[in-house]
């Protein structure tokens, strides 16, 4: 099949460009290199450095004709999305609407776009959640990524109902695994393996108690893959529904390193969540798809990656 993966030079978009790949697909992406990384690209994949929000992004469909898209790309940082928010929402809103416009444009003369599979956020869409978040409850963004995010989903879901084009949106907590930007404001343990393996000092937002649901990239990607083919026109949480504090991951990963620093406490920054994990039971039943890496060995991994490619990382 041809795939297009926006945002595949990205953390978790370059892990499902490789596994397209690998399963013997044709695939091109689109990412402008804003937070992506050129040594992360496929060197199988077409690559096109376009912003989702060009112009430019028609040829791309007219060249490729895609049967499916991932689209991944985004400005994902809650902070920028607050010092910068129409640059979020040009990028999350009216970018993920040129994707749509130009998948119904192209379906209609003669494309066959089959699927169209959004990587949205579970960690931001719920607010706070005391229980497992399940998809039912009522979306409480509190920052302009959440809101940037939440309107693509809805953009998505007109295509759908208006036109007839097949999604899944995928609510993925916070994920973690090797390629994660150790240098931008969240993927804690990328931050975390960074300054660990170079002894230097971790700060812990919220005093460490922040409680999130942390998931294997692996895991992720084979929610993708699944979502080709399954669980049309749905909305599914895509996390272990495990809490672990900052405080818990920050002592795993202490152990695995040998870090012997103690950690340096901070408030919460603006825009963040003290308790978030969601329930990802429709995923399990309609994807057919449960995560499958613990977190111990997951974090073992992502370190051991960090530890062949620190000089690299940049
Ligand atoms: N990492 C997580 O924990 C997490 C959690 C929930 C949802 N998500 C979503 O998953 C997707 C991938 O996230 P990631 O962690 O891999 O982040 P990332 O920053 O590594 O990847 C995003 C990619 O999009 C590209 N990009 C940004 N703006 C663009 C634009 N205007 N045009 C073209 N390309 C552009 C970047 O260069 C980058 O390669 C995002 O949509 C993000 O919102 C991530």
Redesign the pocket.
């Known amino acids: 099949m041809k795939f297009l993966v926006?945002?595949g030079?990205?953390?978790?978009?370059s892990h499902l460009v490789d596994r397209l790949i690998r399963n013997g697909n044709q695939v091109s992406i689109?990412?402008?290199?804003?937070?992506?990384k050129e040594t992360n690209i496929n060197k199988n994949a077409k690559f096109y450095k376009?912003?989702?929000?060009e112009t430019q992004v028609e040829e791309v469909f007219k060249k490729e004709n895609p049967d499916c898209i991932f689209h991944?790309?985004?400005?994902?940082q809650v902070k920028k999305s607050i010092d910068e928010p129409i640059l979020d929402a040009t990028?999350n809103i009216l970018?993920t609407l040129n994707l749509l416009a130009l998948s119904l444009k192209y379906s209609a003369i003669g494309g066959k776009i089959k699927k169209f599979v959004f990587?949205?956020?579970?960690?931001v869409m719920y607010g706070n959640t005391l229980k497992p978040a399940v998809e039912e409850k009522t979306p409480n963004p509190i920052s302009p990524y959440g809101i940037s995010?939440l309107t693509g989903e809805q953009y998505i879901k007109f295509y759908g109902t208006q036109y007839g084009l097949s999604y899944s949106i995928l609510r993925?907590?916070?994920?973690y695994g090797p390629r994660?930007?150790p240098y931008g404001e969240?993927?804690v343990v990328s931050i975390f393996t960074n300054h660990m393996l170079k002894n230097e000092e971790c700060i812990l937002y919220g005093f460490g108690e922040p409680i999130r649901d942390y998931i294997n990239v692996v895991d992720v990607v084979q929610a993708n893959i699944l979502a080709i083919s399954s669980s049309n026109n749905q909305i599914l949480n895509i996390g272990t529904g495990i809490p672990a504090s900052v405080n818990q991951l920050f002592e795993l990963m202490k152990i695995i390193t040998g870090y012997s620093l103690k950690p340096i406490y901070q408030p919460l920054r603006k825009g963040e969540l003290n308790k978030n994990f969601l329930n990802s039971n429709k995923a399990q039943k309609l994807l057919d798809w449960k995560p499958k890496v613990s977190l111990k060995d997951g974090i073992e991994q992502t370190i051991n990656w960090f530890k062949k490619n620190i000089g690299s990382v940049k």
């Open positions: 926006t945002g030079a990205g953390f978790i978009g689109i990412d402008n290199l804003s937070t992506g376009l912003g989702i929000e991944l790309a985004a400005q994902s990028t970018g990587a949205s956020s579970g960690g995010k993925y907590s916070n994920v994660q930007d969240a993927g």
